[in-house]
């Protein structure tokens, strides 16, 4: 499953990998995201059986606003949510002033967010 927005200023595209075996699904948000993506974001994440765990993959987000911080934020607050990282440093900057850094359990690999 793939959403995908393009126009002149921006593009940002959400693509969904569900591995059952693994009890996950892995949404990773690409490009740059800002508040015109957030209900694709939303849709994917909302969409997501609380039986899977779900990773959100940040390795290709080029720039976030604090829109992605409130969806982060929301997410967290309804389910176990691991973000593969590395996040882009404007992302960590962001959640580091914001004081949520220490909120998000961040993996360095696929394997690690699928740990129990």
């Known amino acids: 499953m793939q959403w995908t927005h393009d126009d002149a200023a921006t593009q940002c595209s959400v693509e969904v990998h569900a591995d059952k075996r693994r009890g996950v699904r892995v949404i990773a948000v690409?490009?740059?995201?800002?508040?015109?993506?957030e209900p694709d974001i939303?849709?994917?994440?909302?969409?997501?059986?609380?039986?899977?765990?779900l990773v959100l993959d940040l390795t290709r987000l080029e720039f976030a606003d604090s829109t992605?911080?409130?969806?982060?934020?929301?997410?967290?607050?309804?389910?176990?949510?691991r973000i593969l990282?590395?996040?882009?440093?404007?992302?960590?900057?962001?959640?580091?002033?914001?004081?949520?850094?220490?909120?998000?359990?961040?993996?360095?690999?696929?394997?690690?967010?699928?740990?129990p």
């Open 68 to 81: 992605l911080l409130n969806v982060l934020i929301r997410t967290h607050r309804r389910r176990d949510l």
């Open 85 to 115: 990282g590395p996040m882009p440093a404007q992302l960590r900057e962001l959640l580091r002033v914001t004081g949520t850094l220490g909120f998000f359990h961040v993996c360095d690999s696929l394997e690690e967010a699928c740990a």
């Open 42 to 53: 939303e849709l994917a994440l909302e969409s997501t059986p609380l039986t899977l765990r």
């Open 30 to 37: 690409v490009g740059e995201m800002d508040v015109e993506y």
